[in-house]
Nanobody, 124 residues
Framework: VQLVESGGGLVQAGGSLRLSCAASGSIFSITAMGWYRRAPGKERELVAAISSGGSTYYADSMEGRFTISRGNAKNTLILQMNSLKPEDTAMYYC???????????????????WGQGTQVTVSS
């Protein structure tokens, strides 16, 4: 499975961005998916996750501002980001799991595939 993110860029505080992740290859094996981010000097952190059944999870600081969803095609993952803040500046990564589970996956060690990332920069 290959994951390719797109949609990152430079935006002013308060603005919005829509990230997309396109999966290819053995996509039938994908169950849960998620978005992670890594800011300079910080560890990678979970942003949001979605289960195969559509259940979602958000990190506290993203709740109410970000929305994770799967596109009409199973091979697309979306992250709609609104009310962006400078502290949201980071590289954003798409992740996919092939774990046999119907719940969201919040442990990064349980994700099997990762994209290369897309940079999001929020100016103040």
């Amino acid at each position: 499975v290959q994951l390719v993110e797109s949609g990152g860029g430079l935006v002013q505080a308060g603005g919005s961005l829509r990230l997309s992740c396109a999966a290819s290859g053995s996509i039938f094996s994908i169950t849960a998916m998620g978005w992670y981010r890594r800011a300079p000097g910080k560890e990678r952190e979970l942003v949001a996750a979605i289960s195969s059944g559509g259940s979602t999870y958000y990190a506290d600081s993203m709740e109410g501002r970000f929305t994770i969803s799967r596109g009409n095609a199973k091979n697309t993952l979306i992250l709609q980001m609104n009310s962006l803040k400078p502290e949201d500046t980071a590289m954003y990564y798409c992740a996919a799991s092939r774990r046999h589970t119907i719940v969201v996956v919040t442990n990064q060690n349980e994700y099997d595939y990762w994209g290369q990332g897309t940079q999001v920069t929020v100016s103040s």
